[in-house]
T-cell receptor, first 113, second 109 residues
Framework: DAGVTQSPTHLIKTRGQHVTLRCSPI?????VSWYQQVLGQGPQFIFQ???????GRGNFPDRFSARQFPNYSSELNVNALLLGDSALYLC????????????FGSGTRLTVV | QKEVEQNSGPLSVPEGAIASLNCTYS??????FFWYRQYSGKSPELIMF????GDKEDGRFTAQLNKASQYVSLLIRDSQPSDSATYLC?????????FGAGTTVTVRA
């Protein structure tokens, strides 16, 4: 089985621009979450989607938005990029139960210059 | 107070020794607890999960959970150089995982 796939792997953007990150979950996984990880810190929760509905949102500004498609893939959009948005963006999926661990993709390294 | 706190590192252990990692959490209602391993420049990889008080063993790894004390730990026995990584404690709070900052472990030959 393919794991969680994310694209692109690396991205360089200029301040003020917009970015779209994409994620395909493991087949059969209905829940997709997005996390931001800056160097030296643990991942910080941004969004969770389950069956195309937003289940939770972390403490991030409205510049961050996401959606989940009927095939359970997901997009994370960030508008008006700031230097501080430079980070590793991780997508994670899990099957159903809270007792299922999340599987992370390899991430998208975003650099804002 | 942070939701999840881990013992500060880095932790350096000789090859073959036991590495002990600790984690405390603030939400008494938390039910599921995970340990992830993250190599430098890579994404987190799930290595252990625990839901019930007590110990859970998987190969060289043992996770321990004490809900009354809101404490989770991970023991790595017979540490190998390949265990050198950052270990992240994560607590499942309904729709999200809350992570600690991680403890970096270095196993020296």
């Amino acid at each position: 089985d393919a794991g969680v796939t994310q694209s692109p792997t690396h991205l360089i953007k200029t301040r003020g621009q917009h970015v779209t990150l994409r994620c395909s979950p493991i087949s059969g996984h209905k829940s997709v979450s997005w996390y931001q990880q800056v160097l030296g810190q643990g991942p910080q929760f941004i969004f969770q989607y389950y069956e195309k509905e937003e289940r939770g949102r972390g403490n991030f500004p409205d510049r961050f938005s996401a959606r989940q498609f009927p095939n359970y893939s997901s997009e994370l959009n960030v508008n008006a990029l700031l230097l501080g948005d430079s980070a590793l963006y991780l997508c994670a999926s899990r099957r159903d139960s809270r007792r299922d661990g999340y599987t992370f993709g390899s991430g998208t390294r975003l650099t804002v210059v | 107070q942070k939701e999840v706190e881990q013992n500060s590192g880095p932790l350096s252990v000789p090859e073959g020794a036991i590495a002990s990692l600790n984690c405390t959490y603030s939400d008494r209602g938390s039910q599921s607890f995970f340990w992830y391993r993250q190599y430098s420049g890579k994404s987190p990889e799930l290595i252990m999960f625990i839901y019930s008080n007590g110990d859970k063993e998987d190969g060289r790894f043992t996770a321990q959970l004490n809900k009354a004390s809101q404490y989770v730990s991970l023991l790595i026995r017979d540490s190998q150089p390949s265990d050198s990584a950052t270990y992240l404690c994560a607590v499942d709070n309904d729709y999200k995982l809350s992570f600690g900052a991680g403890t970096t472990v270095t196993v020296r030959a």
